[in-house]
């Protein structure tokens, strides 16, 4: 097999003194905004960051494409009959009971070593990490506000409007065409009828490569309950049958053809093509909802081994955030489920 595949460079990862400098803000954000998560979510735990609205959790098992996994060296991270853990969830940072959400979805696998939350959209809003910071900062800021009272979130709207034309800046226009004409197309539909897509890439032992699933097509359901609707059609699903799909691997050929930290755009399939890296098979099952145990297991990729860690300078932004929010809602949620265990005793 050609093994004329990117090799991975610390230098990919590198972030600027005035990038370090604004994640510390960033952090402090995110754990101000996990404190008043019940709040914005009218929930009885604290939430996410992000995806924060888990529809449903079920068990898979993966069997891999042995002669790839042989030839990139990670044979000890995928395996057959693997186990791992499914969540399906809302890109959105807060769960708005009653409400039809945007249709970003999120796909999180969990093997036994390694993670991958993966999304339905392919590409990124901006290649700039210090400018996606400061976005994601202000949109904390907005939501802490939101907390307080209408009027305080109203006032964060003018920082939020630069922030976001800031991150802009630094995409191409015609990418930025690209990422608006994609946002368009998105209609809601069965979680399972989008392909997923890993933000970024990764390391997968010595090279670097992007993760896709396929699509499958499923009826959707019609549920006035727009809450539920997800749940309720991957139920029905695996009431009378399993579902299979390929997760499929784009490993990178060199840093200009396959840049790593352009998120903008995407890879050309016709000189970095996708290869099946292994099939996922979800059985017959009924499916688990959120509770205390769920919302405080982390899928974050940065538990992943070294040797399978996410590449690129946003994914190293995105590291900081994804520990302080499961440092602070663990706690939180811990400490919560303890005064509840405690009224009910009393």
């Not at 009959?81 to 809302?90: A, E, M, P, Y």
Request: hydrophobic letters at 35%.
């Amino acid at each position: 097999m050609n093994k004329n595949w990117l090799k991975y460079n610390p230098e990919m990862d590198e972030l600027s003194e005035k990038t370090l400098a604004i994640l510390e803000k960033a952090k402090t954000s995110t754990q101000k905004f996990v404190e008043v998560s019940p709040e914005l979510s009218q929930s009885n735990y604290f939430t996410r960051g992000a995806h924060a609205k888990s529809y449903a959790y079920v068990d898979a098992y993966f069997s891999p494409n042995q002669e790839l996994v042989d030839a990139l060296g990670i044979s000890d991270y995928f395996y057959e009959n693997q186990k791992l853990n499914i969540r399906f969830s809302n890109a959105n940072n807060v769960i708005e009971p009653g409400k039809k959400n945007f249709p970003a979805y999120g796909m999180s696998l969990k093997f036994d070593q390694v993670c991958y939350p993966l999304v339905n959209f392919p590409l990124f809003p901006t290649d700039d990490a210090h400018s996606f910071l400061e976005l994601f900062n202000d949109l904390n800021e907005a939501r802490i506000a939101q907390a307080k009272s209408g009027w305080d979130a109203v006032k964060e709207i003018p920082s939020l409007l630069v922030s976001g034309l800031k991150a802009f800046y630094h995409i191409n226009p015609l990418n930025i065409g690209n990422l608006i004409w994609k946002g368009s197309q998105m209609e809601q539909d069965f979680l399972m009828n989008y392909a997923y897509h890993g933000i970024g890439c990764y390391r997968f032992g010595d090279y670097v490569g992007k993760l896709h699933t396929e699509k499958k097509d499923f009826e959707l359901l019609e549920n006035e309950n727009s809450d539920n609707l997800q749940k309720t059609t991957l139920q029905q699903i695996l009431d009378t049958q399993e579902i299979q799909f390929n997760l499929y691997i784009q490993l990178g050929i060199d840093e200009e053809t396959t840049p790593v930290n352009v998120l903008s755009k995407e890879w050309d399939r016709e000189k970095a093509a996708w290869q099946v890296l292994g099939t996922v098979t979800i059985p017959q099952q009924k499916v688990i909802e959120n509770n205390y145990t769920l919302e405080n297991t982390s899928y974050s990729p940065f538990i992943n081994p070294k040797a399978m860690q996410p590449v690129g300078r946003i994914q190293q932004t995105r590291k900081e955030i994804y520990q302080i929010s499961l440092e602070t809602r663990t706690k939180l949620n811990e400490n919560q489920g303890e005064r509840e265990l405690k009224l009910k005793k009393e």
